[in-house]
């Protein structure tokens, strides 16, 4: 009986809502090597480092998982690597990092280490989110069309859905979009809620955000679907069918603390958040307490056979 019990309490911790506590930060507001003007879009690569999309510096600034500067690439132009406000940043199975440029309505993509590779348009207006599948297909918010555009790794062009409006599968102002390991897609809509698609487009459901206003969306690598409120300087997350497990922050500069955060990514394990704290020009970070992990199930298990 007590085995079972024992059992009972650990299965119970290991599958209990993400508890996040402040971790770290850096950044301050500045042109410098390490400082940001208006941090947005951040991703993060399979070996931990850490890409930040610094919109009004017209560049893309990347770091160790500790913060730590290591490299940056890009100016204020149209030529190739140059950018007219960078908004949001993905990493592909491929390795690349592919960025949105919303003032030149086209998304380039790079190495790791910023060379420049290649770019595509598709009469973009205005995107913003972005978003890259398992099987390397890229998925772009085209804002001003209200559409979800995707392609495949290289900008070849797959399909899209959607337009103007509030039914199912319409968007009004749509910001940003992540891919679930299932190849499911989620949207973060103007009109105050979530959408979520078949790799395809497909309608499959959503969920209200009110009150708030969602902006950055990610995926946790368990499914959970992450959002970032900047109405009152938060970030939600929810079940992959959008039931609310929980959120944390607040308005303030202090330690895990917001104002305006835009954007959050994963290290690849789940146990690391990263969040752009625009309005502060900084990142911070949060890692999971959660008493006891998924993994252990597989120890449970092994005891008690």
Same mark, same amino acid.
């Given at each position: $009986? $007590? ?25 301050? &507001?500045?042109?410098? %090597? ?5 941090? $947005? ?62 003032? %030149? ?15 595509? &348009? ?30 495949? !790794? ?8 959607? !337009? ?19 190849? %499911? ?34 995926? &946790? ?25 929980? $959120?944390?922050?607040?308005?303030? !500069?202090?330690?895990? @603390? ?46 008690? @056979?």
């Amino acid at each position: $009986m $007590m085995k079972r019990v024992i059992a009972l309490l650990l299965l119970s911790a290991a599958t209990a809502s993400a508890a996040w506590v402040y971790a770290g930060k850096w950044g301050s &507001r500045g042109t410098g %090597n390490g400082q940001f003007i208006r941090p $947005m879009g951040i991703c993060v690569t399979v070996n931990g480092n850490v890409y930040v999309g610094d919109y009004s510096n017209n560049r893309i600034q990347y770091f160790t998982p500790a913060g730590s500067f290591l490299g940056k690439w890009g100016s204020n132009g149209s030529g190739d690597g140059q950018f007219d406000d960078p908004r949001n940043l993905a990493v592909g199975p491929n390795g690349y990092i592919y960025a949105v440029d919303q003032g %030149n309505n086209r998304v380039q993509y790079f190495t790791p280490a910023g060379s420049y590779i290649n770019q595509w &348009r598709s009469s973009f207006y205005y995107p913003r989110g972005i978003g890259v599948a398992s099987n390397g297909w890229v998925y772009v918010v085209d804002r001003n069309h209200h559409q979800i555009k995707y392609f495949t !790794s290289s900008g070849s062009f797959i399909g899209s859905w959607g !337009s103007l409006g509030s039914e199912n599968g319409q968007f009004d102002s749509p910001e940003d979009v992540a891919v679930a390991a299932n190849g %499911n897609v989620y949207v973060t809509d103007g009109i105050s809620r979530v959408q979520y698609f078949t790799r395809a487009g497909s309608f499959l459901g959503k969920w209200s955000f009110t009150p708030g206003n969602p902006d950055g969306i990610e995926v &946790r690598p368990n499914g959970d679907v992450y959002v970032t409120d900047v109405n009152y300087d938060r970030v939600k997350y929810f079940t992959s069918t959008g039931s609310l497990l929980g $959120m944390w922050g607040t308005s303030g !500069s202090g330690n895990g @603390e917001f104002l305006e955060p835009y954007d959050v990514a994963f290290r690849r394990d789940g146990t690391r958040v990263y969040v752009s704290d625009e309005g502060h020009d900084r990142v911070q970070y949060f890692e999971d307490n959660t008493p006891v992990s998924p993994s252990s199930l597989g120890r449970v298990k092994a005891l008690f @056979e």
